[in-house]
DNA sequence: CTGTGACTTTTAGTCCGTC
DNA sequence: AGACGGACTAAAAGTCACA
C-alpha cells in the first residue's frame, strides 16, 4: 500500500482513539486543520518534519506513523 | 537530534556499508545525485515519498532511515 | 567522489470558504 | 464533525556548473 494512505490511516486511528476532532488535533500539532484532512484521505505528501509534528501530540513515533 | 540528521546519518551508513558512491547509489534511487548528498549532511526535509525511495535500493524500510 | 550556491518548476502547506 | 475547492505563499523537487 502507498505510504500516504498508510500514514493517512494511522493517523486518523490514533487521533478517533483518542476522542479529537481533525481540528482539534491540528491545533495540538500546530498544523492547519485542512491539511490534517488531506493527509488523513492519503491525498498529501507531507515532508518528515511535519509527520514528526504529527506524532508528538499523539505520543507516538513517526515510525509508528508510517508503519 | 533532528530527524533530517538522522535520516541523513543513516543513509550515509546503510550505503558506505554497501559500497557505492553517491551517485551509484543515486542512480539505484532514481533520484539526482547532488540531492543524496544534501540530504546526507541535513540540509533538506525530503517528502515521505523520497524517504520511500531512498529505503528501496538499501533493502530497508522509512522507519529504519528516520530512526 | 562529494559539497555547495544558484536556479526553475513543482508541490507542500495555509487560509478563506461551502456543502 | 469532516470533505473538498480556490487562491495564495513558502518550501521541496530536481538540475547544473564548479570547487
Redesign the pocket.
Known sequence: MDIRQRLGRNLRRL??ERGW????FADRA??????V??I??G?????I??VEKLATPLGTTVSALLS
Not at 500546530?30 to 491539511?35: F, K, L, Q, V
Open positions: 487521533r478517533t476532532s481533525q481540528e482539534e500546530g498544523i492547519h486543520r485542512t491539511y484532512s488531506d488523513e484521505r491525498a498529501r505528501n507531507p515532508t518534519t511535519v
